[in-house]
């Protein structure tokens, strides 16, 4: 990524909020996420989250809801969808890499909980950045909209097997004569 972040909200380890926390992004972030994600519009975005340390590790919990404009996968028109989205994040220190050649750098084993952990340097961590990725992976990259059906139809899209190209290729085929046994 160059430049500025679209959504960055910097969270202090030492200065963790004691209560839930609306995060909310303005008008000009919304706007960097939607070109982000390739939708029209993010009209609305809010993450209530809690903070909360483990020692080092800072667990954030809570939910993501959003009002975005996308681009139906079969007709292309815009049409709205509502996200609402748990927040289960784990924010870890990073880990230094094992030397090459030592027991501990030629596998790696990873559990459930590892795939949701996020690792932070220092004293600091982007929950902005973590709630950006949360969004993205809420959004249905193959949503229909309510014209679906309707541009299925006029552009032949119905899913039977007709016409494709393993009917093109059996017409290049020469037509065997009724009386060949062979």
């Known amino acids: 990524m160059t430049g500025a972040p679209e959504f960055e ?3 202090d380890i030492r200065h963790l909020p004691p209560t839930a926390v609306e995060i909310v992004p303005d008008e000009a972030e919304r706007r960097r996420l939607a070109g982000r994600f390739s939708l ?13 340390a ?12 959003a009002a975005i404009i996308q681009a139906c996968a079969i007709s292309g028109e815009d049409f709205p969808v509502k996200i609402d989205e748990p927040v289960n994040l784990r924010f870890i220190p990073r880990q230094p890499v094992p030397a090459p050649g030592t ?8 559990t459930a909980d590892d795939c949701d952990e996020i690792e932070y340097d220092g004293l ?9 990725q949360t ?3 809420a959004i249905d990259p193959f949503a229909e909209g309510p014209d679906a059906d309707r541009a299925r139809a006029e552009h032949k899209l119905s899913g039977e097997a007709t016409g494709g ?15 060949d046994q062979g």
């Open 40 to 52: 029209s519009a993010i009209n609305s975005m809010v993450a209530k989250v809690e903070m909360i």
């Open 124 to 132: 600091t961590f982007d929950l902005g950045e973590a709630l950006a």
């Open 103 to 110: 027991t501990d750098s030629d596998e790696i084993e990873l």
């Open 165 to 179: 190209a393993f009917d093109a290729l059996a017409a290049l085929r020469p037509a065997k004569p009724e009386n």
């Open 135 to 137: 969004l993205a992976l």
């Open 9 to 11: 909200r910097i969270i």
């Open 54 to 65: 483990d020692g080092a590790k800072i667990n954030v919990t809570g939910r993501i809801k």
